[in-house]
C-alpha cells in the first residue's frame, strides 16, 4: 500500500512563511500529478496547487506570487513553499497523489488516488 505523510504546518503570523513537505512511501511504481488541497472550517476543500510529473504547475488565483510547488521524484516528495501568508489561508492542508503501485489485494498493480493525514497551518493576524 500507499502512504502520504504531511509535515511543516504550524502557527506562524500574517505575512510570515512556511514549508510544507508530503512524502509518498510503499510499493510504488511511478507517481503522476500530485497536488495540495486545503479545507478551512464550515468551507469545502478546494485545491491549492498542483503539479505533473514533469515538475508544470498550476495554482488557486488567491495563492499565485505567494506559493510555490516543486517535487523531488527520487525522493516521492512534494513541498509547498508559502510566503506572504493571510489569515485566510488558515486551514488543514491535505496532499494528493496520483500513483501507480503494488497492490497486494489486486495481486497486481493498479492506479489509485490517495491521500495524507492533513497538516494545520494557523495564521494570525
Sequence with gaps: QVQLVESGGGLVQAGGSLRLSCAASGSIFSINAMGWYRQAPGKQRELVAAITSGGSTNYADSVKGRFTMSRDNAKNTVYLQM???????TAVYYCDADVYGWDPDRGRGAKDDYWGQGTQVTVSS
Excluded: F, I, T
Design 83 to 89: 510566503n506572504s501568508l493571510k489569515p485566510e489561508d
